[in-house]
Each structure stands twice: as structure tokens, then as C-alpha cells.
């Protein structure tokens, strides 16, 4: 059984870990990798320097969770998407890619990550092997196809095109038209990236 106590420091803890990544995230966004300070993201979120330390051990680390470990990253969500099955994997990533966009789901960690990837060689490394190569593993596995790494950076740069022009630039009509016409039309472009035989 969990001592009351103990289990009020975890709440506490994870609290303060999500307070530094969301200052992070902000510092990132707003200076780059290079200008944001741990010691101006942990002031920012209320702890000490030494607690953002002790959670993702340098700023490498925090850049890794604050800004590449993010839910809204298509290939974050290719890979959810590929546990449940390899089927008709174009139109399902289009389809929620966007529903969750469409539904408010922030887009600006999105944005940081290619801000910071297009200046900072460090950004491109991390998003590389953090990211992009274990899931290129996963679609050679799933579609037996080569040039796997070369397919996912197709997806996601499209898809954060798109994204960038509905929802930052919001160009019409595309900012306007529904999901389901955007799965019609990416669909299987996105479908073609992924497994048809190069």
C-alpha cells in the first residue's frame, strides 16, 4: 500500500515535470534551441535548475521531451495507428491527423519542431532518431518496402505542410473543406508513400 505521503510528493512531481515541459516548450518556440537557458525555462515553470536535471538530465534531453515527444506529430501518430493494424494506413493517418487538429489540438509544438529542426543541426539529429528512423523500421516491417525513411519524411513533410497552410495560413479553400474530402484527396497519396514497392 502507497504511504499518503508518497503518493502526494509523486502527484507533486509529475506535477512540476509538466510545468518545466511547457515552459520548455515556450522557451523553444520563442528563442530556438540555442537562446532558450535551462535556467530561464526552470524559472519560468517555478522549480529549481537541479529538478529539471534530475528529470531529462540535460537540455538535449528536455528538448527531446518538451518539443519531439509530442502527440500531434503525424509520425507519432503513424505509429499508434500502425499498432493497430497496417490497413488502409493512408486514409486513417489523414482522417486523424486532422480530426484532432481540426478539434483544437495544438498545433504550435508542431510548428517547433520544424522552426527549430530548420536551424539547429541538433534539432534535425534528435527528430531523426528519435523519431523518423524507428518509424521507418516499423514501416519496412509492416509493408516490406525499402527506402523506408525516405517514405516517412514524404508523409510527414506533406502533412505538416498541409497543416501549416489550413491552420497557420489558413488558405482557402483548403482552411474550409472537410475532413473527409481531405481523406479523399491525400488519402492515397499517403497510402502510395508507405507501401507501394519503390
Known amino acids: 500500500m502507497t504511504e499518503p505521503g508518497r503518493a502526494g510528493r509523486w502527484r507533486s512531481g509529475q506535477q512540476n515535470k509538466q510545468r518545466i515541459i511547457e515552459s520548455a516548450r515556450e522557451h523553444f518556440m520563442h528563442h530556438g534551441y540555442e537562446q532558450a537557458t535551462v535556467r530561464r525555462i526552470a524559472t519560468d515553470a517555478g522549480v529549481d535548475v537541479a529538478m529539471v536535471y534530475y528529470f531529462f538530465g540535460n537540455k538535449e534531453g528536455l528538448f527531446s521531451a518538451a518539443v519531439l515527444d509530442i502527440p500531434e506529430h503525424p509520425l507519432h501518430q503513424l505509429a499508434a495507428l500502425l499498432d493497430e493494424s497496417p490497413d488502409d494506413i493512408g486514409a486513417r493517418l489523414v482522417r486523424h491527423f486532422f480530426q484532432r487538429s481540426d478539434e483544437g489540438t495544438l498545433f504550435d509544438p508542431l510548428l517547433t519542431v520544424w522552426r527549430s529542426a530548420a536551424v539547429q543541426p541538433l534539432a534535425r539529429r534528435l527528430l531523426h532518431d528519435t523519431l523518423a528512423g524507428p518509424v521507418a523500421e516499423r514501416v519496412a516491417a509492416a ?14 513533410s506533406h502533412m505538416v505542410g498541409l497543416a501549416f497552410a489550413r491552420y497557420q495560413l489558413k488558405i482557402e479553400p483548403l482552411a474550409s473543406v472537410g475532413v473527409e474530402e481531405l481523406v479523399t484527396w491525400i488519402g492515397p497519396t499517403v497510402q502510395r508513400y508507405l507501401s507501394e514497392p519503390g
Open 143 to 156: 509493408f516490406a518496402v525499402d527506402n523506408a525513411v525516405l517514405r516517412v519524411e514524404f508523409v510527414a
